[in-house]
């Protein structure tokens, strides 16, 4: 893991990058024998004092007898929001999004906003890895200033995708 972020619930500059293996066997008492790694990274940079650009690419590569709970879910509040969690499920994923946050307005000192977009996809084996099953989803939402002295934000986001939209209220950011 390599975290160079100041404060978690509210980037502005920085890079966050893991790199996860995950052995399951039955040796160690599991049901299931199979491997899962997960990279997950993750890159901020102040705009101006108050404008942050954020991106993130996250994959998931699952290899061995994968038991449903545990494959790949693409979508929900942090990654392809629009879609609920594990709206698209398979061993693995390659996921991306990049957002625009304005924080806070010139004109309000607690009010800000965000615009985002990501695109993402589940797949069998790398084979079968194709740009036609790639889902996309964007939106926008504001941001509330809730506790000044940490500058953490609540965010109510709405992300639109070809299935519907989807609704969002958190506290701290999506990533």
């Known amino acids: 893991m390599y ?27 599991s049901d299931f024998s199979f491997t899962t790694i997960i990279s997950d990274n993750r890159f901020y940079k102040s705009i101006n004092e108050r404008d942050v650009l954020a991106a993130q690419v996250l994959g998931q590569f699952n290899v061995g007898n994968t038991p449903f709970n545990q494959l790949a879910q693409l979508g929900g509040e942090s990654i392809n929001r629009g879609y609920y969690l594990g709206r698209f499920r398979d061993k693995n994923q390659l996921a991306a999004q990049v957002e625009y946050r304005m924080l806070p307005f010139p004109f309000a000192k607690r009010w800000g906003a965000a615009v985002f977009g990501s695109s993402g996809t589940v797949f069998n084996d790398f084979r079968k890895l194709s740009f036609d099953n790639i889902v996309w989803s964007g939106g926008a939402g504001v941001r509330f200033l809730i506790f000044p002295k940490k500058d953490v934000y609540t965010r109510l986001d709405v992300a639109l995708t070809n299935e519907g939209p989807g609704f969002y209220f958190f506290i701290g950011e999506a990533f």
């Open 3 to 29: 975290d160079t972020r100041h404060n978690v619930l509210n980037v502005r500059e920085g890079v966050f990058s893991e790199l996860a293996l995950l052995r399951y066997d039955k040796t160690w008492g």
